[in-house]
């Protein structure tokens, strides 16, 4: 059983929705299938084969190629399989999923991982705004898996995050973790401002520079033993975590207190 | 409009007109019924279908200002159900169906294609008051296929409590006329009468008899005032009323000390279930079905829609501001609360009914005793108060509930026991609903209570709005995807999918009145409003395809 391959031909005049690519599907699915597969181009119904060469059928193993940053929805609510994304994803990457393995090797747009359940999701390059974050309306935001990010991430990380992973090499914009009701998060760069704003429960962990706000107290500075667990589990998993991470103190913040203050902020102090 | 045709071999439920399942032919022509058409006119075979009149809501909110806010309140529900725009091949070229959302509170296109696809092709909003006329003629125009109308909430505007306070209950006709006439409205809405406008000032009504506003103005005195009003202009529907007590335990006392205050004038009692509680010692709501419905039974000039709830997602949106409150407390769910100036209230929280719930398997099982213990169909009608205690997309399965004894006995199996046990539901009400009865309750009753004589049957004359349902031991399935729907005899739905969007009609009363009332509300609402009234006089050319209804001769 080979790889399927998608190629993208050129990319799109306007975005293309293209939630139909999905590894767990085409497990299913001969190459014909696949390519008739129901796409949206602005309001025009096409089908995939339309925008892609498709080249294999019937595995759950599936790479797309092409300049792909117009392309939304890769991935979005798939329950199991591997994609890989040859390149930049556009926005919805991932959003919804539930199980399976999703590498984006370029930059994901907004709201990669969104609302995601289970799975991994890898994103080589930098993701945008609401990564792992909740739709509008939505009560939660990412309820389980792991989110990995080698580069940046934009504002609204994890947003109403309730269960699962972030973890961040590079820097945070502004309210990650806001209005978190569990979960981690941590981000090896610096975060933006208001980190963990109307957070009920959950750990934002940030190893550069982080200002609590004003609705955390300050508790303790300890050295927290699970921590260095995850740590070493996440540089396994492949993300540039530096070794002098690994080990070190943490200051404690609780909060937030304009909430149910059972969550935390620690920032890494050497 | 649409050239002549006649269906042929179906079964017919017209029971207007007398007819109860007769195989019968249904002759069109001119979008409307016929009595003959020529013998060359085409022909639709319905061999063994049912065929009825199109379904009439007589209450449901699917237009201004609050439906809108709903739908920013909730994306959520929107963002799951989508429609995508489709464009449909036909004889005169293809036709373009527009996208939309759909959710507890579809969006305008959905809404009409929605009604359409379950055989509705009349439906009025409930509350709309005069300031939020223009927002709901505009989204009723953008609604397609169905026939529509709003009323106009009149129980807590500031002007008419004023006049009630200065002792000038004369005037009230004429300033009924006035605002139904600007907003071109349909029939006059009365919600928590006086209630709401306490509530704005922090108080709550518990009676019909506590004072209001200034000068003495009880609720039982606007609920005579508006009552006499309506029967004095002699509009075509009644005093459409949401009693004061909403969801309160023990309210069955203040509907029934409504119904008896209209001492003879007709009146609709909507949303009966939501009003119909007794109560415990330590306050839990008790089934007072029963007492409600006997009452109705032997006063005929009483008539009432049920406001069934149904179990899942419901949108609480209502005049009466201090329920949604209430709801918001409970629940800890987002809501909406705006103030509509001299006018009215509005709130609007997300709600789910569930079945192992106390209160809710309760409201599930009285509106279902209202319905059982009716004597009456024609005084009873189907809602669900749409999207309050359920989408009218669940029509279909509400329509089993009644029909179908066995698949009833499995739901109530499944929800909460302590609910049902005090109800009649509990001794086993054997009751089945027949196809005849069905037809009166979703489409005869309400089109008479509305006193639109075309609507609701199959007569000569009447409009050719037709809905055909293939037989199905699965009522619910039977009910959910008629084979053919016609409006003004244009196919507009075949096999429970839209063949073509055209613009139904808007309905509103045409009145004539004094305007002696009017310079005096120029003067009020320049000293106490922010808009002039002129500023919302609604003219004809506002309204996509209006047409008047004439007041009955009194
Ligand atoms: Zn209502």
């Known amino acids: 059983m080979g790889a399927v391959v998608l190629r993208l031909r050129a990319a799109p005049a306007v975005p293309l929705e293209a939630p139909c690519i999905r590894p767990d599907h085409f497990a299913a699915l001969s190459e014909a299938e696949i390519a008739r597969l129901p796409v949206w181009?602005?309001?025009e119904a096409r089908a995939l084969g339309d925008f892609f060469d498709v080249r294999g059928g019937h595995a759950d193993d599936v790479r797309v190629k092409g300049e792909l940053s117009r392309v939304k929805h890769l991935g979005a609510e798939m329950a199991g399989g591997r994609l890989v994304i040859e390149g930049d994803a556009g926005p919805h990457a991932g959003a919804g999923m539930a199980g399976g393995t999703l590498r984006i090797e370029g930059d994901a747009a907004a709201w990669a991982g969104a609302e995601m359940r289970g799975g991994v999701l890898e994103v080589r390059g930098r993701v945008r705004a609401y990564a792992g974050g909740a739709y509008a309306g939505s009560r939660w935001g990412m309820a389980g898996g792991l989110l990995l990010v080698h580069g940046d991430a934009g504002d609204f990380l994890g947003v109403r995050m309730r269960r699962g992973t972030i973890a961040v090499a590079g820097c945070a914009g502004e309210c990650a973790?806001?209005?978190?009701?569990?979960?981690s998060i941590l981000v090896f760069g610096d975060v933006g401002r208001r980190p963990g704003f109307g957070l009920k429960r959950g750990s934002i962990v940030v190893h550069g520079a982080v200002e609590p706000p004003p609705t955390y107290r300050y508790a303790c500075t300890y050295r927290p033993p699970h921590l260095a667990l995850y740590l070493r589990e996440l540089a396994r998993r492949g993300l540039p975590i530096e070794e002098r991470f690994l080990g070190g103190a943490y200051r404690r913040y609780n909060g937030d207190f304009a909430e149910l203050?059972?969550?935390?902020?620690l920032a890494w102090t050497t | 409009m649409s050239g002549a045709f006649r269906l042929v071999g179906g079964r017919v439920y017209d029971p207007a007109n007398g007819v109860d399942g007769e195989v019968r032919d249904v002759c069109v022509d001119g979008g409307r019924i016929v009595a003959s058409v020529p013998d060359g006119a085409p022909v639709v075979a319905v061999r063994g279908m049912v065929v009825m009149p199109g379904g009439v809501d007589i209450h449901c909110h699917i237009a201004g200002p609050k439906v809108g806010l709903a739908r920013r309140l909730e994306p959520e529900r929107r963002r799951r159900d989508v429609e995508r725009r489709r464009v449909i091949p036909g004889a005169d070229g293809p036709s373009v169906l527009?996208?939309?959302?759909?959710?507890?509170?579809?969006?305008?296109f959905t809404t009409g294609r929605r009604y359409a696809g379950l055989g509705y092709t009349?439906?009025?909003?409930?509350a709309v008051p005069a300031m939020g006329a223009r927002q709901a003629h505009q989204e009723l125009n953008d609604t397609p296929v169905i026939d529509k109308g709003f009323y106009l909430l009149l129980g807590n505007d500031d002007f008419l409590l004023r006049l009630l306070g200065a002792g000038e209950a004369g005037a009230v006709p004429d300033y009924v006329a006035r605002m139904l006439s600007a907003a071109r409205a349909y029939a006059v809405k009365v919600v928590n009468p006086g209630g709401v406008a306490a509530w704005k000032r922090g108080r709550t009504v518990a009676g019909l008899d506590e004072p209001v506003a200034a000068g003495g103005v009880t609720p039982r005195r606007i609920v005579e005032a508006i009552a006499g009003a309506v029967d004095a202009l002699g509009l075509p529907h009644p005093m459409h009323i949401h009693c004061n007590n909403l969801g309160v335990p023990g309210n069955v006392a203040t509907t029934l000390a409504t119904m008896r205050a209209l001492e003879g004038r007709r009146g609709h009692f909507t949303h009966i279930q939501f009003h119909s509680y007794g109560r415990t010692a330590d306050e839990r709501p008790t089934s007072a079905a029963r007492r409600i419905i006997e009452y109705v039974n032997a006063h005929p000039e009483l008539s009432l829609d049920v406001g069934q709830v149904m179990f899942g997602a419901a949108t609480a949106m209502t005049a009466d501001a201090g329920v949604a409150q209430r709801l918001h407390e409970l629940t800890g769910h987002r809501w909406v609360d705006v103030d509509v100036e001299l006018e009215s209230g509005c709130g609007i929280v997300p709600f789910e009914y569930r079945e192992r719930n106390y209160v809710h398997a309760l409201q599930w099982a009285i509106g279902l005793e209202l319905f059982l213990l009716a004597a009456d169909p024609w005084r009873v009608v189907l809602s669900t108060d749409h999207p309050n205690g359920g989408s009218f997309l669940s029509y279909p399965r509400l329509i089993r509930l009644l029909m179908d004894r066995a698949f009833r006995d499995e739901q109530l199996r499944r929800v909460n026991p302590a609910a049902i046990a005090g109800t009649a539901l509990a001794d086993g009400l054997a009751r089945e609903y027949t196809l005849s009865e069905i037809a009166i309750v979703t489409r005869a009753a309400p089109a008479r209570l509305l006193g639109l004589e075309r609507k609701g049957h199959l007569g000569p004359g009447a409009d050719a709005d037709i809905a055909v349902y293939r037989p199905d031991a699965d009522i619910e399935a039977m009910f959910a995807a008629p084979r053919y729907v016609f409006k003004e005899g244009m196919p507009v739905v075949e096999d429970g999918e839209p063949r073509a969007e055209p613009w139904g009609r808007?309905?509103?009363?045409?009145?004539?009145h004094d305007g002696a009332i009017e310079a005096r509300l120029a003067r009020?609402?320049?000293?106490?409003?922010?808009?002039?009234?002129?500023?919302?006089?609604?003219?004809?050319?506002?309204?996509?395809?209006?047409?008047?209804?004439?007041?009955?001769?009194?």
């Open chain 2, 122 to 126: 009349t439906a009025f909003e409930a």
């Open chain 1, 177 to 183: 973790g806001a209005e978190m009701i569990a979960g």
């Open chain 2, 524 to 554: 009020f609402r320049a000293e106490r409003g922010t808009l002039a009234p002129d500023d919302y006089r609604i003219d004809a050319d506002e309204l996509r395809r209006g047409e008047g209804v004439a007041a009955r001769s009194t």
């Open chain 2, 98 to 108: 527009r996208s939309g959302t759909g959710g507890t509170v579809p969006s305008t």
């Open chain 2, 506 to 512: 808007t309905l509103h009363v045409a009145l004539a």
């Open chain 1, 261 to 265: 203050p059972r969550g935390e902020i």
């Open chain 1, 41 to 43: 181009h602005g309001s």
